[in-house]
């Protein structure tokens, strides 16, 4: 697989990224993300993997702004991480209408709430704060088309996994996908709660 098939604002922003070729990992799992299964992605470093959670939550957005809930999240494992990927995913993002939050962890509740009720495509979160803000009715996950984690191993090791179960409890209809270096019993569990039917993409 090439980029060819993906949406053109994609294909204009890698073009100036200079990003002509997909990696091994890329052209196994994007086909895979986008026939809309759920999927756990399983890859070592430096494989492509959250450049692959950032093209697939574009292609499956169309690049494009759509009413004020967010139609996908990003779970990472801490504040610090949430914030990184935010930098990252805004070099994809410029020059779309797509809106990008990041549920700063040191920001007041309070804020957090008004400006996601403003209106945000993409919301990037810890589970944590996810759970707190779906607690104090500060969410619609009604919209949500994709729900990703990035480097998913943290939910073999913390406290994180009970806040997801809570999480993925309030979604009814979305796609999962799932990105770790290697393929837990812990994680494959999540087949069985949230992830029916899913499919495995690694190297």
């Known amino acids: 697989m090439s980029f060819k098939k993906l949406h053109p604002a994609i294909k204009e922003k890698l073009a100036s990224l200079e990003i002509s070729t997909p990696k091994l990992f890329q052209s196994k799992s994007i ?23 950032i093209l697939t939550t574009l292609q499956k957005l169309k690049c494009e ?5 967010p139609r996908a999240v990003v779970l990472v494992e801490n504040n610090d991480k949430a914030l990184q990927l935010f930098d990252t995913f805004e070099l994809y993002t410029k ?8 549920a700063d962890e040191k920001q007041h509740i309070d804020l957090l709430k008004s400006e996601i009720f403003e ?44 806040d997801l179960m809570l999480i993925t409890q309030s979604i009814h209809k979305c ?3 799932m990105y770790a270096e290697k393929m837990h019993p812990s994680l494959q569990r999540f087949e069985d709660y949230f992830m029916p039917f899913a499919k495995t993409v690694s190297i």
């Not at 086909?31 to 959670?53: D, M, Q, R, W, Y």
């Not at 020059?95 to 990041?102: A, G, K, N």
């Not at 919301?123 to 984690?149: C, D, H, R, V, Y």
């Open 31 to 53: 086909p895979v993300i986008k026939s809309g299964a759920n999927v756990f992605c399983i890859a070592p470093e430096n494989s492509g993997k959250t450049t692959t959670l």
């Open 175 to 177: 796609q999962f996908v």
């Open 65 to 69: 702004e759509v009413g004020v809930a």
């Open 119 to 162: 209106g945000v495509d993409i919301l990037i979160a810890t589970p944590k704060i996810m759970n707190k803000l779906l607690l104090l009715e500060g969410l619609n996950t009604t919209q949500l088309k994709i729900f990703s984690i990035d480097d998913a191993d943290f939910l073999t090791k913390n406290t994180s996994t009970s």
């Open 95 to 102: 020059r779309t209408s797509l809106r990008l939050y990041v």
